[in-house]
């Protein structure tokens, strides 16, 4: 399958962060992405990677995710309904693969709000730090 295009071109600096968001296990910041792309591009600045960011968000490839702190991270787009986990220890943030809220779209809330959506952030320990 054809993936839709980053901007004009494509170029390494875009296919390095493009595959590190795939590969991750949850969300990431922009500095987790930069830290990460290094290992392939070394020297990959900051503005690059926002930049692509952007981009890649236009082409519709990865979306953002806001945690309830006003964090800022990025994920795959299409990876479907999910929630995360924030582990309190390491501050990672973890795709969670099941649903834990039982409100389809469509519902209605005792007090008469319509649900369009939901999402959820778990918080606690990791297994890798538990």
């Known amino acids: 399958m054809k993936r839709p295009p980053i901007g004009q071109r494509n170029t390494r600096q875009r296919d390095a962060i493009a595959e590190v968001i795939g590969a991750a296990a949850g969300p990431l910041t922009a500095p987790e992405i930069a830290e990460r792309a290094q290992r ?18 236009e082409a519709g490839r990865v979306r953002t995710v806001i945690l309830p702190s006003g964090e800022t991270r990025y994920e795959s787009e299409g990876l479907g ?17 099941s649903c834990h809220v039982v409100m389809p ?15 959820l952030t778990l918080y606690g320990v990791c297994p890798s730090c538990g």
């Open 81 to 97: 309904h999910h929630h995360h986990f924030h582990c309190r220890v390491c501050d990672g943030v973890y795709d969670l693969e």
């Open 105 to 119: 779209p469509g519902a209605r809330t005792e007090e008469g709000f319509v649900v369009e959506d939901h999402e």
């Open 40 to 57: 392939e591009i070394p020297g990959l600045g900051m503005a690059t990677v926002y930049r692509t960011l952007k981009l890649l968000q």
